[in-house]
């Protein structure tokens, strides 16, 4: 999952010095030293990418307090990013400037942070999610009926293995979730069937790739 502000934050320990020499790269290093997601990771780089581009790749040591408004303004503004997303950003530029390049400045603390809006939530009818379901091509079908009937992230469902379906239990252990955690959820049952089958086209596949030798 994606580590805020909040988490960087609370952090005091020393840093060792970073051995990367490009920016990027010394991002990874840092957040791969801090154990972040993967996912993590990827988004932190997006938004350093983003902010570095959008003032005309300017060294963000060269820039401060008003060009981090600037681009969040712009993203808010003529991008009308979501909440969520904002804060993503924010979080990752704030990453960038107090764990990679070791600056604690005072704009850091008077940032805006965007607010949230208090929204009913909606929900879908039993009719309405199966005409969804039914729009969505075979392939990938199972998957979604996966993600809505466990509640599962995508990124879970897709590393799911076989050793991780219960069919006795009707449970899917999901490994390695958000924070880095195991969790049991249960399988409906309506999907246990339609799994069951998954599971013989995926053994039939192992067994085939070994007969011609092909790893994977």
């Not at 932190?44 to 581009?53: E, I, K, L, M, S």
């Not at 805006?112 to 929900?123: A, K, N, Q, Y």
């Not at 969804?132 to 509640?151: C, K, M, P, S, W």
């Not at 069951?196 to 053994?203: F, K, L, T």
Request: glycine share 6%; aromatic share 8%; net charge positive.
């Amino acid at each position: 999952g994606i580590q805020y502000y909040t988490a960087v934050k609370s952090s005091n320990r020393p840093l060792p010095p970073l051995e990367s020499v490009k920016l990027l790269d010394q991002v990874r290093e840092r957040i791969r030293y801090l154990h972040y997601s993967i996912r993590t990771e990827q988004v932190y780089v997006h938004w350093v990418c983003a902010f570095v581009r959008f003032h005309g790749l300017r060294h963000p040591r060269e820039m401060g307090g008003p060009q981090v408004e600037a681009f969040l303004s712009w993203l808010a503004g003529e991008r009308r990013v979501a909440v969520a997303t904002h804060k993503q950003a924010l979080s990752a530029l704030l990453f960038l400037y107090q764990k990679v390049l070791g600056l604690d400045l005072p704009w850091m603390s008077e940032l805006g942070h965007p607010r949230s809006r208090t929204r009913l939530p909606v929900v879908l009818t039993h009719h309405e999610v199966a005409r969804l379901f039914a729009a969505i091509d075979v392939e990938h079908r199972l998957l979604a009926q996966l993600l809505y009937g466990t509640g599962m992230r995508i990124t879970e469902a897709i590393g799911l293995r076989v050793k991780d379906v219960d069919f006795e239990r009707r449970a899917v252990i999901v490994r390695q979730g958000k924070g880095g955690k195991d969790r049991v959820v249960m399988l409906p049952a309506s999907l246990v069937s339609a799994l069951r089958e998954q599971v013989a086209r995926s053994r039939l596949l192992w067994a085939q790739d070994r007969e011609r030798g092909v790893a994977g």
